[in-house]
T-cell receptor
């Protein structure tokens, strides 16, 4: 069966410090990968998605970037964090088949202080 | 994607069935109905989805009305661990990859299961 993992689960970072959140998927090949952010009490906002290695699409301009160095690995990064980057970040995957279902990771809580 | 309307909250007694309604009156013939739930501080969990026929899996049952303008998610025997926010989503069949970002999970229904 397919599984998705992301880490770290929680982190507290000072303003201006770098960020790296990592996500891996197991049990499938060539998945579509996504990074979402969820503000407290609100819905999910898509940040990035990828349909293949090295292929990244950004939905909103921001202080973050994403990379996909391997087929089942997706990384969310920042060179200098802002206070507004605080939030709950979710990695997700779906198959490349139309009409597919999306599955989410456990989430990462980021607090920028 | 069609818009959905769900009650803000509902309570359910442990061991009883929980029936969660969702209205999607503008749904088109090619749109699926999906249900997810999110337990506090965790990622959303897929529950079930369907097009026009009723569906059942190990977690829940999905009842879609004949005109497809509404649906009901049924948790047959609610437990305390079913306390979560439940989201009803409609998504166009055959949507492109990025379409998972083109709808919002919205507010959902806060379900509280009590002993």
């Amino acid at each position: 069966s397919q599984t998705i993992h992301q880490w770290p689960a929680t982190l507290v970072q000072p303003v201006g410090s770098p960020l790296s959140l990592e996500c891996t998927v197991e049990g499938t090949s060539n998945p579509n990968l996504y990074w979402y952010r969820q503000a407290a009490g609100r819905g999910l906002q898509l940040l990035f998605y990828s349909v293949g290695i090295g292929q990244i699409s950004s939905e909103v301009p921001q202080n973050l970037s994403a990379s996909r160095p391997q087929d089942r690995q997706f990384i969310l990064s920042s060179k200098k964090l802002l206070l507004s980057d605080s939030g709950f970040y979710l990695c997700a995957w779906s198959s490349g088949v139309a009409g597919n279902t999306i599955y989410f990771g456990e989430g990462s809580w980021l607090t920028v202080v | 994607d069609a818009k959905t309307t769900q009650p803000t909250s509902m309570d359910c007694a442990e061991g009883r069935a929980a029936n969660l309604p969702c209205n999607h009156s503008t749904i088109s013939g090619n749109e699926y109905v999906y249900w997810y739930r999110q337990i506090h501080s965790q990622g959303p969990q897929y529950i079930i989805h369907g097009l026009k026929n009723n569906e059942t899996n190990e977690m829940a049952s999905l009842i879609i009305t004949e005109d497809r303008k509404s649906s009901t998610l049924i948790l047959p025997h609610a437990t305390l661990r079913d306390t979560a926010v439940y989201y009803c989503i409609v998504r166009l069949r055959g949507s492109s990859t990025d379409s998972w970002g083109k709808f919002q999970f919205g507010a959902g229904t806060q379900v509280v299961v009590t002993p």
